[in-house]
């Protein structure tokens, strides 16, 4: 006997919300539905269909203009023309791969590196994020000899099957690996001033029992942000505590900067900087190309001595020429703009704006962040309970009003805002003027 079946989805739709939908949108999703793989989700209640972007502007179909607070992909915004023509430049000359030699290549490694701490002083490049930490989890094994690995309890650091089992946020269906230990995440809204207090005897548990099962201590890998953990910027003394902890067990602390770097957080190159410690390995992404899959690991040299004695690493693309025009491109804007000392500027406008907004709504506990990344925190009524629904309306309906946000945390209900290392003064007002006026229209008194 063959059981009932449910309604029919499509990429999530059913029913009387599919077809709540515009034709055309509902044409797009049938057909995504027909020829793209499992596991692909899209934005937003009802999801944005973009046909161009330029600077903090994404536009759809209709010619809607959306302003862009949450894409860090395109760091320098959308279609950068510093990008743009350093792409175009160099597919009309030449692309290929790091086993000729390069001045280009080169050039841009000394000018990365001399970002970092003089202790970091070796970068291998890959194409994304996932594989630079796949890269550098292989080098911190060959370095300590263990395996084990601590990460924050919602973190995320990639999707490679090495690297998913490290990254508890994609949920309990992607299941963690046995030599893997999660410790919380900084959460002073709930924990108070014993942040760190816990948080140490929770890694050293957590070492004691990867050490008990035979795995050792590798690494300790943090975002430095704790994006997805719910944006938590503080404390800055917390990263050197359970660095601290991780060396002194024979492992290495690795500093995931996929989301935190490249000057988003307003206070330097690096997210890691703002907690003065220096980590063994680094790992970049997203932003690095503003938009062309470039990424890389950074490390002390010493730290790779027995991976490249022992190990012959090749990756097609990463470190080609194409990625490292765009990724160069990058470094110089950021430089030539001044969008480091931007993001401090903005940030904190945002900032201010924002605690003004939370402090008439009960509903929004906190507002927190570094620079251009900051996380609103929405709550249950006179507690810190999380409320994720409310959050998601709050995120919808700014979508509704042509602003584009996310949310994050362990239970989706930290208003994620991250735009554009370009946005500009009344990029920041437009901004906060939409998101009171959604306040107002979706949040209880």
Not at 170 to 178: C, E, R
Not at 320 to 337: D, K, M
Not at 359 to 368: E, F, I
């Amino acid at each position: 006997m063959s059981r009932p079946r449910g309604p029919e989805m499509v990429n999530g739709f059913t029913g009387a919300s599919l077809a709540a939908q515009p034709p055309h949108i509902r044409d797009l999703l049938v057909r995504r539905e027909k020829v793209l793989g499992p596991g692909y989700q899209l934005f937003y209640t009802n999801p944005v269909e973009v046909v161009r972007g330029k600077g903090v502007h994404l536009y759809d179909s209709a010619g809607n203009e959306y302003l862009d607070a949450y894409n860090n992909v395109v760091s320098l915004g959308h279609c950068h023309p510093a990008v743009v023509e350093a792409v175009t430049r160099q597919l009309s000359l030449l692309t290929t791969n790091t086993r000729y030699l390069q001045a280009d290549l080169l050039d841009f490694s000394e000018r990365l590196l001399a970002t970092f701490p003089a202790e970091l002083d070796r970068v291998t490049y890959t194409c994304t994020g996932s594989e630079a930490n796949d890269l550098a989890l292989r080098i911190a094994r060959a370095h300590t000899g263990n395996t084990g690995i601590i990460v924050t309890r919602n973190a995320y650091h990639g999707v490679t099957a090495e690297v998913a089992a490290f990254s508890p946020s994609l949920g309990p269906t992607s299941p963690l690996g046995p030599h893997v230990r999660t410790i919380s995440a900084p959460d002073p809204l709930r924990q108070g001033a014993s942040v760190v207090t816990e948080l140490r005897t929770e890694i050293r548990a957590a070492i004691d029992d990867l050490r008990r099962h035979g795995f050792g201590v590798c690494a300790l890998v943090v975002d430095s942000i704790f994006s997805s953990d719910g944006v938590q910027p503080v404390p800055t003394d917390l990263l050197g505590v359970l660095a601290a902890e991780v060396r002194a067990a024979g492992g290495v602390y690795l500093a995931d900067e996929v989301q935190a770097g490249f000057g988003r957080t307003g206070t330097g190159w690096w997210g890691f900087g703002r907690h003065e410690v220096v980590p063994d390995l680094v790992t970049l992404g997203k932003p690095m190309g503003n938009g062309i899959p470039v990424a890389a690991t950074v490390l002390r040299h010493e730290v790779g001595q027995a991976f490249g004695r022992n190990v012959r690493y090749f990756n097609t693309f990463g470190g080609s020429n194409v990625p490292i025009a765009a990724a160069a491109a990058v470094l110089r804007t950021i430089e030539g703009e001044g969008l480091i000392d931007n993001a401090h500027e903005i940030g904190a406008q945002l900032k201010r704006g924002f605690a003004r907004i939370v402090s008439d709504h009960p509903r929004l506990a906190d507002v927190r962040g570094a620079g251009l990344f900051l996380g609103i925190e929405v709550t249950a009524p006179e507690s810190t309970d999380p409320d994720r629904v409310l959050a998601q309306s709050l995120v919808d309906d700014l979508r509704e009003h042509f602003v584009l946000v996310s949310a994050s945390g362990p239970h989706g209900n930290v208003i994620k805002i991250r735009p554009p290392l370009v946005f500009d003064a009344s990029d920041a007002s437009l901004l906060l003027e939409r998101f009171a006026d959604s306040a107002a229209r979706i949040l209880p008194i």
